[in-house]
Structure formats: C-alpha cells, structure tokens
C-alpha cells in the first residue's frame, strides 16, 4: 500500500513573483509528489502571482497577519492558532529569517519534529525597519534545528561567521531549471521582435524595484552608455514599490523613450534570450538566481562587487565596485559589446556545477522523507 507524501510547510512573505518564492517553486515543480508535498504559510491574505499554480500541484496556503512590530502579541497568538491546527507537518522549512525566530519554536512546540531556517539574502533594509530585522533575527540559530543558507554571505549576515565555523549552517544551491534558460536563437528573434528592439542594444534586468536592487544606479550606467552607444536600450523585468521611483528618474534624463519597464512575467526565460548583457549593481544579495539564469543562457554579466563571488558559476560573470563613478560600468559594457554578441548556451555548466534543480529536488527529497541529513544531502558545508 502506497503511503501518503509527507508535507512540508514553507513560510514566505507572499506568493509572488519574487526570489525566494521562484526558488521554492522551481524546487516544487521538479519534487516528486508521492513523495513530498509542499504546503505554504504566508504572511498575507492576498493571493499572489503563484497562488493558482501551488493549488494546482496539490498544495494549501494558508496565511497569518504580517509582522509589524507592534503586532507582536497578535502575531504570536496567530502562529499558535496555526500550528495547534496543522501540527502534521513534517517540517517546517522557513525562507522567511526575520520572523523565523518567532514561528519556529512555536512549530516544534506544537509537535512538528523538524524545523529549518534558510538564509537567502545578505543585508536588510534601511533604517529601523532593517535595526529591527537584525535584532528579532539574531536568536534564530539557537532556535532551529537546520540552519540553511544559499551563499556564504547570507550565512554571515544571518547566523554569523562563529555558527559557520563550527559547521552548523549548511549551503543550498539556489538551484534553477537550467534547461528552461538555455539559449534559443529563435526565441531571441521572436522576442526582440515582439519588443520592436531588433536592431537595439539591449541591456536586460530582472528584479523587484526595491532598495537593494539599486535600479538608481543602474539608470545612471545607462545613461553614460546611451552616450556612446544610440542603439542602447534597458529592458527592466519586475514590479515593486520603487518602481514609480525610478520611471521619473528616467523621464528626468530623457530616456523614456528608451527604458521599457515590462512588469513580471512567468515566462521570463524568453526575455533573457533578447537581451545582449545582464547587469546587475545590487547594494547586498543572498545568491541571485536571476545571475545564474542570465549565464545559464549565455549572457555577460556585469555584477556589484556587494554580491557573493559564489555567483559566478562561469566565466560570464565580472564584478565592479558600485562605489564607481557609473561611466566605468558603462565603459566596459561598451568595450565587451561585441563579444557580447557571440553567444552560445551555458546552461550546461549551470547543471554541472550543481545548480540543476532537478539534482536538487532529488536531494531535498531525500532530506524531508529521512527526517534528516543523509549522506550527499547538501553540495557542501561552508567552510571559511
């Protein structure tokens, strides 16, 4: 008699198109559902861009109020309501670390045998917001049964480098479909096509219009581009709250005829094809899957040196201060312009460095049905 997969909850802020929520999908998509089943705990009653999809596989979202601060009392009292409610988990896996402080031991004290913080990203926000982040993190390593990372970086910034020396955080590949974004020649003409950009230089973005994006900056590399270069032309993918932001910033250097904000799109792999460099100056990251998917299809790369070297999966990707004046980014666009432009597919080095997610999904399999960390579980545990 067959059994019942096990259920795994994750707790994420939203079901939206986003980093860490295009992670878990691409992981839920290549799981094997008889045996593993993943559920979702988001912090929102909206329902979000992935919301029909995850029902469609055969997993429940469910939702609690987001933490504010002051709401403490309330949210606390949310979680345990949940969980006294849904206490057959067999893990709870949280890819949300500032609150994870919070949800987890209320998970194990409801019963649910193993609980995992997982640290995706490098910074926090400005200001008080990101102050209060940091201290409501920073017991999180003493309250978790696993402490996962995707970067050394974000291990740092999460657990500090004492938890990583003692071998107690562990990496996890920001694992993708490589295959998905293996480069297509004809795609790459549909798409420019569809755009009106065939004979345009396109500079590509994907990601959410937020601070550590950095988009300011990335419109000021453009416009020294666009002054040795007429054809340039900036192709954002994204949506978020500084978006209306950086429109203006763009209409103030007269470029709107040339910066085209595209919003989010599932099928965002066609896009990467159009485009002929990536750039990418954010101001922290945990590991940017958006960086192995450009590479995956052959594009170049010009990244923030305040994103993790462990990025580089090939030999697309260089690195630049953000602290330079935005003419020396442009300068070497311009001067790697042609070679740019022969292209071939990578996402065969993607998958071999480990980074497929169907290797991936096979592991994480492993892990949830084992109640543990089998041998071959992760790629390798940090060790710096």
Same mark, same amino acid.
């Given at each position: 008699?067959? @059994? ?24 839920y998509?290549a ?38 601060g ?18 057959d988990y067999? &893990? ?5 670390t500032?609150?994870?402080s *919070?949800?987890?031991p209320?998970?194990?004290?409801? #019963?649910?045998?193993?609980? +995992? ?10 200001? *008080?917001?990101?102050?209060?982040t ?10 978790? $049964? ?8 974000a291990?740092?910034?999460?657990? #500090?480098?004492?938890? +990583? ?6 990496? +996890?590949?920001?694992a993708?479909d490589?295959?998905? *974004? ?6 790459r &003409? ?7 950009l ?5 500079i ?16 000021d ?6 002054k ?12 978020g709250e500084?978006?209306?932001?950086? @429109? ?8 709107? $005829? ?27 990251e ?13 594009l ?5 040196d ?5 990025a &580089? ?25 042609? @070679? ?14 480990g980074?497929d997610?169907?290797?991936? &999904? ?14 071959g ?8």
């Open positions: 008699m067959q @059994k019942n997969p096990v259920r795994v909850l994750n707790v994420l802020g939203t079901t939206n198109l986003g980093g860490a929520e295009s992670r878990v999908m691409e992981l998509r799981m094997d559902k008889s045996k593993v089943q993943f559920d979702f705990l988001i912090h929102t009653d909206k329902e979000g861009q992935y919301s029909e999809e995850i029902r469609s596989l055969g997993g429940r979202i469910y939702g609690v109020p987001r933490f504010r002051v709401n403490l009392p309330e949210y606390k009292k949310a979680l345990e309501h949940f969980f006294r409610e849904h206490g067999a &893990a709870v896996h949280g890819h949300m500032s609150t994870a *919070f949800y987890l209320i998970a194990k004290k409801a #019963g649910i045998p193993m609980t +995992i913080a997982h640290a995706r990203s490098a910074g926090v926000d400005k200001g *008080f917001k990101g102050f209060v940091r201290v409501v993190r920073y017991p999180l390593k003493y309250r978790a $049964d696993y402490c996962f990372t995707c970067s050394y970086e291990g740092k910034a999460v657990y #500090g480098k004492n938890w +990583i020396k003692k071998g107690k955080v562990r990496t +996890i590949p920001n993708i490589a295959q998905r *974004f293996a480069y297509n020649r004809a795609v &003409a549909q798409v420019r096509d569809e755009l009106g065939s004979d345009r230089f396109i590509g973005h994907v990601g959410r219009f937020g601070f550590m994006k950095n988009h300011q900056y990335l419109v590399i453009f416009a020294e581009l666009c040795v270069r007429e054809d340039a032309a900036l192709v954002l993918i994204g949506k500084l978006e209306q932001e950086i @429109k203006e910033k763009v209409k103030a250097l007269n470029l709107a $005829d040339k910066v085209y904000f595209l919003g989010n799109h599932f099928d965002v792999e066609r896009y990467y094809q159009a485009f002929d460099y990536f750039v990418f100056p954010s101001t922290f945990g590991f940017p899957g958006s960086v192995a998917e450009a590479q995956a299809s052959g170049p790369c010009l990244v923030s305040k994103v993790t070297r462990e &580089a999966l090939t030999d697309l990707a260089a690195y630049r201060s953000i602290e330079e004046p935005a003419s020396l980014w442009a300068q070497e666009i311009q001067k790697n312009a042609a @070679k740019a432009l022969e292209r071939k597919d990578r996402s065969g080095e993607i998958a071999a460095k980074f997610v169907r290797q991936q &999904a096979a592991l994480m399999e492993e892990f949830y049905t084992g109640g543990g960390n089998p041998p579980f992760v790629t390798k545990q940090i060790n710096r």
